[in-house]
């Protein structure tokens, strides 16, 4: 327990609190117990610190990884337990889904010791609701994606900007500080700023590291998979990464890689759910809970061009940024005429010469355009749907 504390308190004087990602103030931060999901290397560990060093008392506080040494020869009910006994009262307990049979031993310290908080973090391919022990109706459950382009102009430019609503942006009422050209800046983002660490000067390699780590081990502990299904999710994503975006044919795609397409489909479920791909739906009615994918994308752009072998074609990042911005507050599906729809609004997505054709007749449409500073009638700059949060 002496180690524990050590290395909490080490990384605790370490944690920069001048700014608190959009999602921080979105949490009742007084509930028993609390889950941040997310994929890797959002800033979910951070978050819980900053946390810590802005409002609780750090001797009744105690920040573990679930994947620490210490775990394999201690139950983490056991440390609950001695925390507790010595006046513990906050548990912060980081890469929850490291540790095995993680929910049931939560489960017991939220009945065990009813005025301890716990608050946790875990990777996004995680079911919080899967297992024997139903956290359901105990956790609150927060998902934080990477950092709009918003949050990256405050943490590499000092730029502060309002978030805009979906409904501000389309009535034009984004403004922009005078002196700044957001183009510039946004090209940059596209490229290297969806996640915190941006300006680690191996942030290419970092990246790459990211998606081997949840390929490799995030997806297979998950699902329980071999080392030859393993081998099979690289082999999907290599084919996805020169393809998107794309329709999935499941049918094709197990052929390409030997497997039945209905694994395909399982595949592509987890990638989904680890942060790595986006899967664009239809609307749905009645009593099917997902429409039917009409389009692939990668999770953002940031991994568009970490795994494109040349410049990535500019038609994809764009969809993908829109995509990945707008879906946090937003649900947006495939639209049967234009690229995407969200609520009773119609985007086309494309470049500066892009057209009316593709929504002529359809109310509420917008085009959707790349290299502009300003927007007039229907037509919306690109890099104003990185507002939204």
Do not use: C
Not at 96 to 105: C, D, G, L, N, Q
Not at 135 to 163: D, Q, T, W
């Amino acid at each position: 327990m002496e180690q524990l504390i050590r290395f909490f308190r080490r990384m605790l004087a370490l944690t920069d609190t001048r700014y608190l990602r959009f999602l921080y103030e979105q949490i009742n931060w007084s509930s028993r117990m609390i889950g941040i999901v997310g994929p890797r290397g959002v800033g979910k560990t951070t978050m819980l610190l900053q946390h810590i060093k802005l409002h609780l008392p750090v001797d009744e506080t105690l920040f573990v990884n679930a994947d620490d040494i210490y775990f394999t020869e201690h139950h983490l009910l056991d440390m609950a337990e001695e925390f507790y006994q010595n006046g513990g009262k906050h548990l912060f307990i980081d890469e929850i889904h490291k540790y095995p049979e993680w929910s049931r031993e939560l489960k017991l310290i939220y009945d065990y010791f009813p005025d301890l908080q716990i608050i946790f973090t875990g990777s996004s391919i995680l079911d919080i609701y899967k297992g024997t022990a139903d956290l359901s109706r105990r956790a609150v459950m927060h998902f934080l994606p990477g950092l709009s382009f918003r949050e990256y102009l405050i943490l590499a430019k000092g730029i502060r900007l309002p978030v805009y609503s979906l409904s501000d942006i389309l009535a034009r009422k984004v403004e922009f500080p005078a002196g700044e050209r957001p183009i510039a800046l946004f090209k940059e983002y596209l490229a290297n700023g969806y996640y915190p660490f941006f300006s680690d000067p191996d942030y290419a390699l970092r990246l790459r590291s990211i998606i081997n780590m949840t390929v490799e081990n995030d997806i297979p502990m998950y699902a329980s998979m071999n080392i030859a299904t393993t081998k099979k999710i690289r082999q999907l994503l290599y084919i996805i990464s020169q393809s998107v975006p794309f329709k999935p044919n499941f049918t094709k795609l197990g052929q390409l890689i030997d497997i039945h397409r209905n694994q395909v489909n399982d595949l592509m479920f987890y990638l989904e759910r680890a942060g790595i791909i986006a899967q664009l739906r239809n609307k749905t009615s009645g009593i099917r809970l997902l429409g039917k994918v009409e389009k692939t994308y990668l999770d953002n752009t940031n991994l568009v061009y970490a795994l494109a072998e040349n410049k990535p074609e500019a038609g994809n990042v764009r969809e993908t940024f829109f995509l990945s911005q707008m879906r946090v507050h937003n649900q947006v599906f495939a639209s049967d005429k234009s690229d995407f729809e969200i609520g009773d609004y119609t985007f086309e997505v494309g470049g500066k010469s892009k057209g009316q054709k593709q929504i002529e007749g359809i109310d509420n449409a917008f085009v959707v355009k790349d290299d502009i500073e300003f927007g007039y009638k229907n037509i919306i700059p690109l890099w104003h749907f990185g507002l939204n949060y």
